[in-house]
């Protein structure tokens, strides 16, 4: 039995993190192998912040208390705060990861990605600059990327910092690389002397509503709307936008994922129920790549909020623009809230998107398959 490590963003608090490293689990398990999760060295980040020398345990108490500067409901905040607190312990042990750091072990295929692993020029405390996660030093037999992303780092970045080279060397050394977005895939091409290859994130490959045993069926009485948004991150005036909106249309407000002033209700849920809750829902608003995925596997009307990266400050803009133009979706993405109104009274043509998804699983497979097992005609 094969030997396979993933090496991924598996122990930050966040389910769309979760859940694409539950799915490639999955996917790799349905191989025949056996698969354990690998950590990585956090370095210090290349942007420079305010928390980037702050002693570790005064940033916790300072993340705590960032939570009652948002505009929410105080009942909400103090539920944040205990999700955020009993996440790991909670649901770590779900993906068979522990307390004790995995690092560097002896593996016959180590598989980075996916998540924005290869995100390397931004501020983010929790991950750096750590050349890890380009396959620095590993001890496997074959490295491998799967629908790994570079986020809204770009080659003009990397250059920027001076990392063109020594990045590009370790890409160089991957025995095959997978990206999931086309600014990630350029970077690869540009600087690296690997072709790299297009890959849909897990939480699609993975077939959760159909294969997942975990996602709970739920009998909700009231009718409601998902907001799924970090916090902060929904402005003023978007969000008294949502809550006159969601009246208008008797929908309560859920937020999961993060604190929102219009919110009715924070969700404090396991990343399967999260699930469940998308697939009960009337629609859905969300600014992230996950919502955005979440909304697409349960076949409900939703429509993505575009950020754009204005200098050195972080936008989603290059992984969902390309994303949603990938699965036929473009029509879902909006920089005014004003228009979801719009675009959610209008459903997915999601009999094409699944058609464009069944494809990519297929890809995914046999890609897979043939770097991790070895190629089956063989």
Same mark, same amino acid.
């Given at each position: 039995?094969?030997?396979?490590?993933?090496?991924?963003?598996?122990?930050?608090?966040?389910?769309?993190?979760?859940?694409?490293?539950?799915?490639?689990?999955?996917?790799?398990?349905?191989?025949?192998?056996?698969?354990?999760?690998?950590?990585?060295?956090?370095?210090?980040?290349?942007?420079?912040?305010?928390?980037?020398?702050?002693?570790?345990?005064?940033?916790?108490?300072?993340?705590?208390? &960032?939570?009652?500067?948002?505009?929410?409901?105080?009942?909400?905040?103090?539920?944040?705060?205990?999700?955020?607190?009993? %996440? *790991?312990?909670?649901?770590?042990?779900?993906?068979?990861?522990?307390?004790?750091?995995? %690092?560097?072990?002896?593996?016959?295929?180590?598989?980075?990605?996916?998540? &924005?692993?290869?995100?390397?020029?931004?501020?983010?405390?929790?991950?750096?600059?750590?050349?890890?996660?380009?396959?620095?030093?590993?001890? *496997?037999?074959?490295?491998?990327?799967?629908?790994?992303?570079?986020?809204?780092?770009?080659?003009?970045?990397?250059?920027?910092?001076?990392?063109?080279?020594?990045?590009?060397?370790?890409?160089?050394?991957?025995?095959?690389?997978?990206?999931?977005?086309?600014?990630?895939?350029?970077?690869?091409?540009?600087?690296?002397?690997?072709?790299?290859?297009?890959?849909?994130?897990?939480?699609?490959?993975?077939? %959760?509503?159909?294969?997942?045993?975990?996602?709970?069926?739920?009998?909700?009485?009231?009718?409601?709307?998902?907001?799924?948004?970090?916090?902060?991150?929904?402005?003023?005036? &978007?969000?008294?936008?949502?809550?006159?909106?969601?009246?208008?249309?008797?929908?309560?407000?859920?937020?999961?994922?993060?604190?929102?002033?219009?919110?009715?209700?924070?969700?404090?849920?396991?990343?399967?129920?999260?699930?469940?809750?998308?697939?009960?829902?009337?629609?859905?608003?969300?600014?992230?790549?996950?919502?955005?995925?979440?909304?697409?596997?349960?076949?409900?009307?939703?429509?993505?909020?575009?950020?754009?990266?204005?200098?050195?400050?972080?936008?989603?803009? &290059?992984?969902?623009?390309?994303?949603?133009?990938?699965?036929?979706?473009?029509?879902?993405?909006?920089?005014?809230?004003?228009?979801?109104?719009?675009?959610?009274?209008?459903?997915?043509? %999601?009999?094409?998107?699944?058609?464009?998804?069944?494809?990519?699983?297929?890809?995914?497979?046999?890609?897979?398959?043939?770097?991790?097992?070895?190629?089956?005609?063989?």
């Amino acid at each position: 039995m094969k030997k396979v490590g993933i090496m991924s963003m598996q122990r930050i608090a966040n389910y769309g993190s979760f859940l694409q490293a539950y799915g490639l689990k999955s996917l790799i398990e349905e191989l025949g192998c056996a698969v354990e999760f690998v950590d990585y060295h956090v370095g210090s980040p290349l942007i420079d912040s305010d928390v980037k020398n702050q002693n570790p345990f005064t940033r916790k108490i300072e993340k705590g208390l &960032e939570t009652f500067k948002y505009k929410a409901p105080l009942k909400h905040k103090f539920e944040f705060i205990k999700y955020k607190q009993q %996440y *790991a312990k909670k649901y770590m042990p779900l993906l068979g990861i522990s307390e004790n750091m995995n %690092y560097n072990p002896k593996l016959d295929c180590l598989v980075i990605g996916s998540d &924005e692993v290869f995100n390397c020029i931004q501020k983010n405390t929790n991950v750096g600059y750590s050349l890890e996660l380009f396959g620095k030093d590993n001890k *496997a037999n074959t490295l491998i990327s799967y629908a790994a992303s570079f986020g809204n780092t770009t080659v003009q970045k990397i250059e920027k910092y001076h990392k063109t080279e020594e990045l590009g060397n370790l890409l160089s050394q991957f025995d095959a690389i997978s990206v999931r977005d086309n600014n990630s895939g350029s970077i690869v091409s540009t600087i690296s002397s690997k072709t790299p290859v297009y890959h849909l994130d897990p939480v699609l490959t993975y077939d %959760y509503m159909h294969k997942c045993k975990d996602i709970p069926e739920m009998d909700i009485k009231e009718k409601y709307l998902i907001l799924y948004a970090y916090s902060g991150r929904i402005t003023e005036q &978007e969000a008294d936008w949502i809550q006159a909106y969601a009246k208008k249309k008797k929908l309560k407000v859920y937020a999961i994922g993060g604190i929102q002033k219009c919110a009715d209700r924070f969700i404090d849920c396991s990343p399967f129920e999260v699930l469940a809750y998308f697939k009960n829902a009337q629609e859905i608003i969300t600014d992230t790549f996950h919502g955005s995925i979440f909304s697409i596997i349960n076949h409900k009307p939703f429509t993505t909020i575009i950020r754009k990266s204005v200098g050195d400050s972080y936008g989603n803009e &290059e992984k969902l623009s390309d994303l949603l133009k990938r699965l036929d979706l473009a029509d879902r993405m909006t920089t005014d809230i004003e228009t979801v109104q719009t675009i959610n009274s209008k459903m997915p043509d %999601y009999s094409n998107t699944d058609s464009i998804i069944a494809s990519y699983r297929k890809q995914a497979k046999e890609y897979l398959t043939t770097n991790i097992v070895g190629d089956v005609n063989e």
